[in-house]
């Protein structure tokens, strides 16, 4: 068995893990590399499901009766773990939403709503990357659409990192707001947060971070990043689907308008107006995902328990291994940082002219399960002129045995199409 400095004990941790142990296929035992899609689910996070919708469902805030309370000590709970978990000087800078997608819609609409000086109008500008989720470029463009701003973005350079090289013509004074992701959900590329932020301060622009790929692997530290907003999602972090989060600068959530109207997110309300609560709930209307951030909170309990900086070692050890075996396939092309270095647990390639969905259904034959297509970054593909890739991603779980059990299964890939 490869044995690589600084992996985690994955035979205990994937004991955890029930789908891990599948079969697939006359019984090949599942190699599950997709986790940038949507990471597994360890059992305390399954159990503390169950054991809320047994034990404590209600509805959440108003109830006054035993486990209406108790569903609100929890609610209330996962906020408070999730803002210890990415550092926030406030509980109440943490919005819960649906997914990572709602909470960069939600800025979005916010800005396009808002008064001066925050308001996105046709004399202001958004910028963005060509490497975004389309989650982090089709809210802006329709942004774009409403207000008439100039939509504006980075390019990529040929190796897969930003084009920073005219950041000044691209940041300017017009700039309203900066939205860009910390590591890419394609490519892997970990961008140079520092350098983009420092920019847009310099401007009065405002930054949001879309952190879906880097909540889950890495420390997420808002505070050290100096953004105004960061998005992530909780399906991605061994939490449940459903729930997502946007984290805000205080004094930005107090100034700006709500997004979505509805019960829960209002203090007064009369047939002529109404007034709002204060930030998180003027965010939160309706019914909000009370199990899925329970589900959330049991994740974050996790991860922490396990350490994240232990998780990221434990990913690179993994990335840096696959990325030399995967650089032994031919005819294997790597899209994006051809190394380990400033890079995530995430891999895109091309393998010869064979197109990546006839690649990734004959490793599903083996029980290698791989996400093929442009993974919502379609732009990323027209750059390099590809059609899509296949994507292998891995997680705390992943073991130096699946990256060889990829790599053969490749082999076969070739051998099958000759």
Request: glycine content about 8%.
């Amino acid at each position: 068995m490869t044995q690589l400095p600084g992996l985690l004990d994955t035979e205990a941790i994937r004991k955890d893990f029930p789908l891990l142990d599948r079969t697939v296929h006359d019984g090949k035992k599942i190699v599950y590399l997709d986790s940038a899609a949507t990471s597994q689910k360890p059992r305390q996070v399954l159990d503390a499901l169950n054991e809320y919708y047994e034990r404590h469902n209600a509805n959440v805030h108003r109830g006054v009766y035993t486990i209406a309370e108790e569903a609100t000590a929890l609610y209330e709970g996962a906020r408070d773990k999730v803002a210890a978990f990415i550092n926030a000087p406030s509980r109440d800078e943490v919005i819960f939403t649906k997914n990572a997608s709602e909470s960069l819609n939600l800025v979005a609409n916010m800005l396009g709503w808002a008064d001066e000086p925050y308001r996105v109008d046709h004399d202001t500008e958004i910028v963005t990357t060509e490497m975004e989720h389309h989650s982090n470029i089709v809210p802006w463009q329709l942004l774009s659409q409403r207000t008439g701003a100039k939509l504006k973005w980075f390019g990529i350079t040929d190796d897969g990192r930003l084009d920073l090289s005219n950041i000044d013509e691209i940041i300017t004074e017009k700039t309203k707001i900066v939205s860009f992701t910390l590591v890419s959900n394609i490519m892997g590329t970990i961008n140079p947060v520092e350098k983009i932020i420092r920019r847009a301060q310099q401007v009065g622009a405002l930054v949001c971070i879309d952190a879906s790929q880097a909540a889950p692997h890495m420390v997420l530290d808002v505070q050290a990043l100096q953004a105004d907003f960061v998005a992530f999602t909780g399906h991605k972090m061994v939490g449940p689907t459903g729930i997502g989060v946007l984290w805000g600068r205080q004094e930005l959530l107090e100034d700006l308008p709500p997004f979505l109207g509805g019960g829960e997110m209002i203090e007064t309300v009369s047939m002529h107006s109404s007034t709002y609560a204060p930030a998180p709930h003027k965010f939160e209307a309706g019914t909000p995902p009370i199990a899925q951030a329970v589900g959330l909170g049991a994740a974050v309990d996790y991860l922490s328990a396990i350490g994240m900086e232990k998780i990221y070692r434990h990913e690179h050890a993994i990335t840096e291994y696959a990325v030399k075996r995967l650089l032994e396939v031919p005819d294997l092309r790597i899209i994006g940082p051809a190394t380990a270095e400033d890079r995530g647990a995430t891999i895109s390639f091309t393998l010869g002219d064979i197109h990546p969905h006839d690649v990734g259904q004959v490793l599903d034959e083996q029980g290698i399960a791989v996400r093929v297509g442009h993974h919502c970054a379609r732009p990323v593909c027209l750059r390099y002129g590809i059609p899509a890739t296949t994507r292998a991603s891995f997680y705390l779980y992943s073991t130096p045995a699946e990256v060889d059990a990829l790599v053969d299964g490749l082999e076969h890939v070739r051998n099958f199409f000759g």
